[in-house]
């Protein structure tokens, strides 16, 4: 059973940093593409980043440049660095196995002075 767990978010100042965890169980890690959503209140489930087995990475467009996702296979641990947060980044943030339906519960940040 595919289990993942989001860590990291919490509350930051406009232009501030963070760095959200999500550990990732029962399943084989490394050969899975990750990708880390976000949902903001009232709005619909979004995507964010996504990287592959072999490392490579993809940005949704208000995030590129800001945001940076990276893995530790050895951790089975897929990470987001998040800098220069802007309150339109205040969501749920998920990670997910992209071929898998499964989410985790997810990890609140708020972007608030």
């Known amino acids: 059973q595919v289990r993942l767990v989001e860590s990291g978010g919490g509350l930051v100042q406009p232009g501030g940093s963070l760095r959200l965890s999500c550990v990732v169980s029962?399943?084989?890690?490394?050969?899975?593409?990750m990708g880390w959503y976000r949902q903001a209140p009232g709005k619909q489930r979004e995507w964010v980043a996504t990287?592959?087995?072999?490392?490579?990475?993809a940005y949704a467009i208000p995030v590129k440049g800001r945001f940076t996702i990276s893995r530790d296979n050895a951790k089975n641990t897929v990470y987001l660095q998040m800098n220069s947060l802007k309150p339109e980044d205040t969501a749920v943030y998920y990670c997910?196995?992209?071929?898998?339906?499964?989410w985790g519960q997810g990890t609140q940040v708020t972007v608030s002075s």
């Open positions: 029962g399943t084989t890690f490394s050969i899975n593409a």
């Open positions: 997910k196995i992209v071929s898998v339906s499964s």
């Open positions: 990287i592959n087995s072999v490392f490579s990475t």
